[in-house]
């Protein structure tokens, strides 16, 4: 199975200030039809998850411009630029490119 | 208005069966994988199964597999799964979600015990 490991599991953040969650996979995320298959979820308190990104860097519709995805092979990055406080959430990475899809064991966003 | 609503859990005792349901509303159904995903309490998540289109194709993480069945009637936008054979650690709440998670459910709550 492909095992995603997230960075850090804690992040406490300044209100303003930029936050990123790194997301490294144990092999190619790369499918067969040379799609990157990763996704990017937010948990919030409370709620289900909502993805944020696929496929990398797609945002998926409404979610703000402060989220970004970047990243290629098994290395990945979710960043905010600018924390506000609706941001507060545990957020996961996920992939699909491979069966079992496997999850990271997330990182909780904190307000400092 | 896109939805999708899952209902069925519910308290088991340890080798009983739930069947779960999920229904879909505002979106093509039929046209879209679909996939139950569950997260034990106060833990992560673990996708937990996927099924194509048409319910010709189903994939299962490895500790389910042969005590759950997943399937799908698009003629009622419908999701079943069927678990049999529950355990402890199937203790969780199961979403329902729209291929990579497009769109998700409320989740239902499985609590296994005796």
């Known amino acids: 199975d492909v095992v995603m490991t997230q960075s850090p599991v804690s992040l406490p953040v300044t209100l303003g200030q930029p936050a990123s969650i790194s997301c490294r996979s144990s092999q190619s995320l790369v499918n067969s039809a040379g799609n990157t298959l990763l996704n990017w979820f937010q948990q919030r308190p409370g709620q289900s998850p909502r993805r944020l990104i696929y496929k990398v860097s797609d945002r998926d519709s409404g979610v703000p411009d402060r989220f970004s995805g970047s990243g290629s092979g098994t290395d990945f990055t979710l960043k905010i630029t600018r924390v506000e406080a609706e941001d507060v959430a545990v957020y996961y990475c996920?992939?699909?490119?491979?069966?079992?899809?496997?999850f990271g064991q997330g990182t909780r966003v904190e307000i400092k | 208005e896109v939805q999708l609503v899952e209902s069925g859990g519910g308290l088991v005792q340890p080798g009983g069966s739930l069947r779960l349901s999920c229904a879909a509303s505002?979106?093509?159904?039929?046209?879209?994988?679909m996939t139950w995903v569950r997260q034990t309490p106060g833990k992560g998540l673990e996708w937990v199964a996927s099924i194509n289109e048409d319910g010709s194709d189903k994939y299962y993480v490895d500790s389910v597999k042969g005590r759950f069945t997943f399937s799908r009637d698009n003629t009622k936008n419908a999701l079943y799964l069927q678990m049999n054979g529950l355990r402890g650690d199937d203790t969780a709440v199961y979403y329902c979600?729209?291929?990579?998670?497009?769109?998700w459910g409320q989740g239902t709550m499985v609590t296994v015990s005796s």
């Open positions: 979600a729209r291929g990579w998670g497009a769109i």
């Open positions: 996920m992939q699909s490119a491979h069966w079992p899809w496997t």
């Open positions: 505002g979106f093509s159904f039929s046209n879209s994988w």
